[in-house]
Nanobody
Framework: QLVESGGGLVQAGGSLRLSCAAS????????IGWFRQAPGKEREGVSCINSRGGIINYADSVKGRFTISRDNAKNTVYLQMNSLKPEDTAVYYC????????????????WGQGTQINVST
């Protein structure tokens, strides 16, 4: 089971850090992806970090602003979000798949319940 935390309301230009923690299994051998779904839109990939630390950024809109990282000792993956914009408002999900990242959401077998981010103007 994956659990996201760190969501909330922030003003444009502000920062938040999301956490994705696993409660029943070790994340050491898993790639973790962050996805988001804005109101009325399809879910999209944001960023992914594989089991060896390699990173794929799915969304051009977050490059230079969002940073994914992992702390295997804490069994947690983070998404540091800086310079937030109103268009970043969405429910953010983390998901896990074995070893390497994938561009296909359906390859991720474990999903969290999501955490809401609201960015105000």
């Amino acid at each position: 089971q994956l659990v996201e935390s760190g969501g909330g309301l922030v003003q444009a230009g502000g920062s938040l850090r999301l956490s994705c923690a696993a409660s029943r299994f070790s994340l050491d051998y898993y790639a973790i992806g962050w996805f988001r779904q804005a109101p009325g839109k399809e879910r999209e990939g944001v960023s992914c970090i594989n089991s060896r630390g390699g990173i794929i950024n799915y969304a051009d809109s977050v490059k230079g602003r969002f940073t994914i990282s992992r702390d295997n000792a804490k069994n947690t993956v983070y998404l540091q979000m800086n310079s937030l914009k109103p268009e970043d408002t969405a429910v953010y999900y983390c998901a896990a798949k074995y070893a390497y990242c994938s561009v296909r959401e359906t390859d991720f077998g474990y999903w969290g319940q999501g955490t809401q981010i609201n960015v105000s103007t």
